[in-house]
């Protein structure tokens, strides 16, 4: 599909190419990946599951990867989590000054830019796939570092790593590609923070993928945090393939960003296989936090719990689209929906949309979307108790979010989490955590 932004990028990429070649991923898969692009294009507003997203930045983005950034010292990054070890990577390039040994964990991390051949082998959609995947293509032809782990049976303690993706350049400078390529042996287990964070105010793109592989009875605790400057652009697509008894618990919280949009797509490959997708969104201002989850079961036996908490406030829009398919192989299948969305403002807008779709029986499929505003008989009760309407009002929205914040398990972690959405609802942490 020729079209201006196409054959911008791919004039960009040609022109980049040498430099590309020697670090990331090999030269044979950035030149498939750029002609699925050609032929693909990236999706526009009239594809069903992009209405929502906001594509009209690309216009005036730059593709090509940000020049080399400032150094940055650790007080310019988040509060580390104890007993987790950290790798940073600012601009998509691995900052070894800010990050743990390679060799700290019993996982194999492995920066692209230093072995390109570390990572497994990427999937790079044909040309002709959906408009979902095509962003995954552009970070496949542009991304010059990224983060290669693979995680071997470890029976005693799950490894701890956190994962920080610095954005520090401006847009039109070039663009940020964070990259992570995750493989869990059989039986291994990972509990993963990843971070996505600005380094100052800039109007930075951030283009980023992720591809999980889970073993047979691997287990996986992902945290996804994506708190960017107020003025930056990211387009995220997390791919994974979930094993024979397989567990992938996957927490997304999504709070900064001018314009951001997630793709999640996720397998349920093997028998048995369960997933638990917990993600809240907060937008505020013009912000736009869409995201947009396929879950699909093709084995039996597999069970997903798909959970989505939002706030729209200002003149933002917040939207969450949830898709399951149940194959025809996919017998047993269990599968919840629980998709909600509050509005806080007159000029705000949320659209949350589940979605079934079901090619076998013997299924357990249920799913419940509601979006509105603030429970008014709750709202009355509280005054009724001598509190003032705003504090009211702030304590129903954290009573809102926290039934996906509590399920956090990283105590710390979710700490620091509760004080940044308590300042999104302007409540004071004190009073969220005595609510």
Known sequence: MSTPLTARIVEEHTNAFRALAPAGPTAARRRTAIAALTASGLPTSRDENWKYANLRPLERLRFIPAPPAQPLAATDLPAAIPGFARYVFVDG?????????????????????????????????????SADERFALLNEAFATDGAAIRVAAH??????????????????TGASYPRV??????????????????AGPHASFVNSAVTVDLGCGARLHHYRLQELSARAIVFD????????????????????AQSARSTLAVRLAGERADLMLAVVALGDRQQVQDTYARVEHVAPRARTEQVFRGISAGRARVAFNGKIVVGSEAHGTDSRQSLRGLLAGPEAELDVRPQLEIYTDEV???????????????LFYLLSRGLEPEVAQRLLK??????????????????????????????????????
């Open 237 to 256: 697509t997390l791919s994974a393939v979930v094993g024979r008894d397989a567990c992938y618990r996957l927490h997304g919280i999504n709070t900064g």
């Open 155 to 172: 029976h005693d303690e799950p490894v701890r790593l956190e994962l920080v993706f610095v954005a520090s350049a401006d847009a039109l």
């Open 398 to 435: 954290w009573a809102f979010l926290e039934d996906v914040v509590a399920k956090i398990e990283i105590a710390e972690l979710r700490r620091q989490i509760e004080e940044r959405l308590a300042l999104q609802v302007n409540e004071p942490l004190a009073r969220a955590e005595s609510a």
């Open 181 to 198: 390529e995750l493989q869990l042996d059989s039986q291994a287990q990972l509990l993963l923070i990843e971070r996505h964070v600005s």
């Open 364 to 378: 357990r499929c249920s799913h419940g979307a509601t979006a509105g505003k603030l429970d008014e008989s709750m």
């Open 93 to 129: 390039a691995f900052a070894p000054a800010l990050s743990a040994a390679l060799n700290s964990t019993a996982a194999a991390v492995t920066p692209l830019a230093a072995a390109p051949e570390a990572g497994m082998p990427a999937h790079t959609p044909a040309p002709g796939a």
